[in-house]
């Protein structure tokens, strides 16, 4: 097979797109046909530059504030439950 050589500005936006899409390397990998080991060889030595850290780190935070919502969502259902049970038992004791 072929080997074909990629310039630095294609791995750059090749690596913040793995960042930004929240899919697997291999998954990307697969998408456009480069080996994984390449472009995890690429993220080690791209994933660092001040463009690509930052979305990663607008990601995290992404990430994060998804978790939040979703953590919140659990507790209110959890107390919705909670109060039906202590309605449910108030009356039982009358």
Known sequence: MKKVEHDETYKKQTVQYIKESGKSVAEIGRELKINANTLYGWIKKYGRE????????????????????????????????????????AKDRR
């Open 50 to 89: 001040p463009e690509i850290a930052a979305v990663q780190a607008f990601k995290s935070e992404d990430h994060r504030l998804k978790e939040l919502q979703k953590q919140i969502r659990d507790l209110q259902e959890e107390n919705e439950i909670l109060k039906k049970a202590m309605h449910f038992f």
